[in-house]
């Protein structure tokens, strides 16, 4: 069994920073692929950073890309996303998840996910 819990949401200014962690149970970092994904108020969810274990690829959604940046910290098993120069458009609920086979971000599925935690960006 897999769990994740995201932590470090908050409320920031436009141009401030956060770092988000998703600690994993269960079993240690292995094969797999993680992922980030955000869902904003009357919008569909959206990916926004991979890491593929098997590669130490990284992928970013073209909004996010320069600003975001996906880590891992296997010791720990947790994820992290540094999120800096913050914009109101990324205010969302943020999520991370796992795929088991290790494909990743955009043709993996994502098989496990966190309960989420709240960014909000004020102007």
């Known amino acids: 069994q897999v769990q994740l819990v995201e932590s470090g949401g908050g409320l920031v200014q436009a141009g401030g920073s956060l770092r988000l962690s998703c600690a994993v149970s269960?079993?240690?970092?292995?094969?797999?692929?993680m992922g980030w994904f955000r869902q904003a108020p009357g919008k569909e969810r959206e990916f926004v950073a991979g890491?593929?274990?098997?590669?130490?690829?990284?992928d970013y959604a073209d909004s996010v890309k320069g600003r975001f940046t996906i880590s891992r910290d296997n010791a720990k098993n947790t994820v992290y996303l540094q999120m800096s120069s913050l914009k109101p458009e990324d205010t969302a609920v943020y999520y991370c998840?796992?795929?088991?086979?290790?494909?990743?971000?955009?043709?993996?599925?994502?098989?496990?996910w966190g309960q989420g935690t709240q960014v909000t960006v004020s102007s």
């Open positions: 998840a796992v795929d088991e086979d290790g494909l990743g971000y955009p043709m993996g599925e994502y098989d496990y």
């Open positions: 269960g079993r240690p970092f292995s094969a797999y692929a």
């Open positions: 890491i593929r274990w098997k590669f130490g690829s990284t």
